[in-house]
């Protein structure tokens, strides 16, 4: 009879866990690449500008306080006209957006979302000049939204 | 019924930034959880969220099934006039709740 000997367990366990570790890091699903471009079609999207304030980990995946805030002068000339917020593993990417404009004063919007796995959530600005701007955050989430029975 | 919690400063100055901040009670059922015998819960959600000043459109927010139960918004807005700001909450299965709120500006 075979048995597994300490050494052997010790080395499946190491091959393991290097299999569970090595994933591709920062591929984002196709999903939440289609629901960004159904938002700003053709047009190119900048990093910077774009600041998302999450906590960096959450006990609980149901209300995620969320603030987003975008550099922008708020001017007539010059001014944010809408926010986007995707998340990569959530079962639908949409998670809110926003429509302001000169009237808002400042660019910075805040509420709860519900996040189902730890993931990078990310933010899409689009200015008065049509250019788009993005910026994303991290968060792992120990208790998932989305799975619990009632 | 649903009830909505508003917060905007009764006063302000002309041309100052303002923070509103609005609470509503409704569960946002995502559409994506079962029951316990499996069925599937239907999606019920409030899908849309617009904030008005006198009329004129300052704000709007297109909410998924991803905004937490009790969607809280907090956004803001340049004080211009005195007047009334107007809250309209609508979503799923007909639902439909307005607030208001009195704003003096001096």
């Known amino acids: ?150 | 019924m649903a009830e909505a919690l508003i917060s905007v400063p009764p006063r302000a100055r002309r041309g100052e930034i303002i923070e509103i901040k609005t609470l509503i009670s409704h569960p946002m059922e995502t559409g994506y959880r079962r029951s316990q015998v499996g069925a599937r819960i239907p999606r019920d959600i409030i899908r849309l969220f617009v904030c008005t000043y006198n009329g004129t459109e300052v704000f709007r927010a297109e909410l998924h099934p991803a905004i937490a139960a009790n969607p809280f918004i907090t956004f803001s807005t340049v004080a211009t006039e005195s007047g009334t700001l107007a809250f309209h909450w609508t979503g799923d299965n007909g639902f439909s709740v307005k607030e208001t709120a009195e704003i003096r500006v001096d």
Request: a positive charge; aromatic letters at 2%.
């Open chain 1, 1 to 150: 009879m075979h048995r597994t000997s300490r050494r052997d367990f010790l080395r499946a366990a190491t091959g393991l866990a290097v299999l569970v570790t090595v994933r591709p890091a920062g591929a984002t699903p196709a999903t939440m690449q289609d629901a960004i471009r159904a938002v700003v079609g053709t047009a190119r999207v900048t990093k910077g500008r774009v600041k998302l304030e999450l906590p960096p980990l959450s006990e609980n995946g149901n209300a995620v306080p969320l603030t987003v805030l975008v550099e922008s002068a708020m001017t007539d000339a010059e001014h944010v006209r809408a926010i986007h917020v995707f998340t990569e593993k959530n079962p639908q990417p949409d998670v809110v957006g926003v429509r302001l404009g000169p009237r808002a004063g400042r660019a910075r919007v805040s509420t709860r979302i519900r996040l189902a796995d730890t993931q990078t959530v990310i933010a899409i600005a689009e200015l008065s000049d049509g250019s788009f701007w993005s910026g994303e955050a991290a968060v792992v989430v120990t208790l998932a939204a989305c799975l619990e029975e009632t």
